[in-house]
């Protein structure tokens, strides 16, 4: 997803957040990718049947000439944009007894992975949010010698990959040299277990681009051991971002680990935006001839094709943004969304708020 078009559906989902029914009579309609798109088109023209059984006659008129806009918009694609497609319909009138019918039509930027239908008093925007959110994954473990559960953390979507047992024993037999001899059998169990649930890091996770950080969660001496022994390819490792105490081992325990670690996640954003504008900075200081601050300068260079990195606050005003944002795209320059929280975004943002890094001299 690019910069401008996740400005684009961040405006889209504002908007549609803003509209709120008196009853159920806003139609949310997502298809995701891969889905017949005829198929969900019986399927709304079924709804029309249901529809008429709507005791108030505004909302049955409502949500019957929405599904009749809906299935019209429908038959004007031959098959399901290779994304999916979300479409939301319904009367926006602020003023009762008047219509405004209105309908938004739009093939999303990632892959739609949920189908819905769903008439409600708003529109269901989840599935955009978390679209807003994904551009890279954290790794989670959480384990005990016992079991390890495996996951991944996928902008707020949490899924389980893998759930692990180790088999060894719980308790160690009373008893002289046999209760030695167990212990250091139980020991080499537990070192194999250690190497098992690394390799299905090393499988799940090793190649993968998205991969931003790895969270590990457990009892003190298991997790610590597990980090420390080694167990983990180097490249995995060097991503282990925190270790958090935990007795939950389970699916619920990848819950605990995430809520747990809300610190860690939010200062990932807030350092990468900092090392952005610190070579920002560091350029405009060292070889101003290397970089532009406003509008006037940046809007020149990006002209050119001279642009290596735009920079952009989102507090400036949207329509110079998105212009901006479109010059950028088509020299390929590299587009950055700078936030306000954080001490140098403000800088930035007082600063006027657009600037760029060149790649050569204009």
């Known amino acids: 997803m690019t910069a401008l078009t996740k400005l684009e559906l961040e405006e889209l989902v504002e908007e549609l957040e803003s509209y709120k029914a008196r009853a159920t009579e806003l139609i949310t309609v997502y298809i995701p990718a891969g889905q017949n798109i005829y198929t ?19 909302t049955r008129k409502n949500v019957s000439n929405a599904l009749d806009k809906i299935t019209r918009a429908l038959k004007e694609h031959r098959k399901t944009p290779e994304d999916g497609l979300a479409i939301f319909c319904g009367n926006i009138s602020k003023i009762e007894g008047q219509d405004d019918l209105r309908i938004w ?35 989670l473990l959480v384990m005990d010698r016992k079991e390890a559960t495996i996951g991944v953390l996928e902008g707020k979507r949490i899924e389980v990959i893998q759930k692990m047992t180790s088999g060894i024993p719980s308790k160690i037999r009373d008893g002289g040299q046999s209760s030695k001899r167990f212990h250091r059998v139980t020991e080499g169990l537990n ?11 090393k499988k799940n996770f090793f190649t993968d681009p998205k991969l931003k950080g790895i969270l590990v969660g457990g009892p003190v001496p298991t997790k610590d051991e597990f980090l420390d022994g080694e167990y983990l390819p180097s490249k995995l490792s060097e991503k282990v971002l925190g270790r958090i ?6 699916e619920s325990g990848l819950k605990e ?59 400036i005003d949207k329509k110079i943004l998105k212009e901006l944002s479109k010059l950028a795209e088509n020299s390929g320059s590299k587009i950055e969304i700078i936030s306000i929280e954080t001490e140098e975004g403000i800088q930035f943002s007082n600063l006027g708020g657009i600037g760029a890094i060149l790649r050569f001299r204009v």
């Open 40 to 58: 969900v088109a019986d399927q709304l023209e079924a709804e029309k049947s249901t529809a008429k059984n709507i005791k108030s006659t505004s």
């Open 105 to 139: 039509s739009i093939e999303p930027p990632m892959p739609l992975k949920i189908r819905m239908y769903r008439c409600d008093k708003e529109f269901i925007l989840t599935p955009l949010k978390e679209m807003l959110e994904v551009s890279e994954i954290f790794g």
């Open 191 to 201: 070192k194999e277990f250690y190497k098992r649930v690394a390799e299905e890091m």
């Open 245 to 250: 105490d935990l007795g939950d081992t389970s």
């Open 257 to 315: 680990l995430i809520e747990k670690s809300q610190k860690i996640l939010a200062n990932q954003e807030i350092i990468y935006e900092k090392k952005i504008l610190e070579r920002f900075f560091e350029t405009l200081g060292q070889k101003p001839d290397m970089a532009t601050l406003r509008e006037p300068d940046t809007r020149q260079a990006l002209e050119y094709g001279a642009v290596d990195t735009l920079l952009l606050s989102k507090k």
